[in-house]
């Protein structure tokens, strides 16, 4: 279940350039418990909503990159030094250093379409040692780090004329409810949708000029 947004955690996100990409942060377990400390994780689903996984124990803040072929997440309840990229789509993670210190990551961002490699990441570093002008004890210190992928050594994706082939880097996708009302077709919303996407297990990055084809 979603988890409401007055405690501070990432809302339920996805992009029209990531085909069927949606990440959230919320409960798991038995039962629901909204009481402080109880169970939340972050979840990622690949077909619209309809499963998801757990990608995460803790609330994640989280962005995407590449046409949602790359993901940038973090803690954004505590401190940390870290934050984490995947280019499978949260099948496995790799943990990246960006500050000496644990910093409060307020958010992740990137350019409208979510079509670069580029990321901008900004929080605060408290410093309770630190006196202020004012003798205070507390001051922040304001960050804003750029993180750019594009120099890692994933290839070009490959074969998009060709999805769903062995040697292609892309799979078709339809949007369906799973047969969860009846109906074994993949119909959704009175119609019939088809896109090109790149495959979960396809570790190359589609580029910025990527297009995805829709047929219907």
């Given at each position: 279940m979603y988890?409401?947004?007055?405690?501070?955690?990432?809302?339920?996100?996805s992009q029209e350039t990531a085909v069927g990409v949606v990440m959230a942060v919320g409960m798991y377990g038995n039962r629901l418990d909204f009481s402080k400390g109880s169970s939340r994780g972050t979840f990622l689903s690949r077909d619209g909503g309809v499963k998801w996984q757990m990608?995460?124990?803790i609330p994640l803040i989280?962005?995407?990159g590449d046409h949602g072929g790359l993901l940038v997440a973090a803690p954004n309840t505590v401190a940390t030094k870290q934050i984490r990229y995947s280019w499978n789509e949260g099948k496995t993670w790799t943990n990246l250093d960006i500050s000496d210190e644990p910093l409060y990551i307020e958010n992740i961002i990137i350019e409208s379409k979510s079509t670069s490699q580029q990321f901008v990441v900004y929080g605060s570093i408290s410093n309770n040692d630190e006196e202020g002008d004012d003798g205070s004890k507390t001051k922040d210190k304001n960050r804003m780090i750029t993180l750019d992928f594009s120099g890692l050594h994933e290839p070009k994706c490959k074969g998009v004329d060709t999805p769903g082939t062995e040697n292609s880097d892309f799979e078709l996708w339809s949007p369906h409810d799973d047969g969860r009302h009846g109906s074994s077709d993949k119909c959704f919303l009175g119609q019939q949708v088809t896109y090109v996407r790149r495959?979960?297990?396809?570790?190359?990055?589609?580029?910025?000029?990527?297009?995805?084809?829709?047929?219907?």
């Open positions: 988890t409401n947004n007055e405690q501070g955690y990432a809302p339920p996100y990608i995460a124990h989280y962005e995407f495959k979960q297990d396809s570790e190359c990055f589609n580029g910025e000029d990527f297009e995805s084809q829709i047929m219907r």
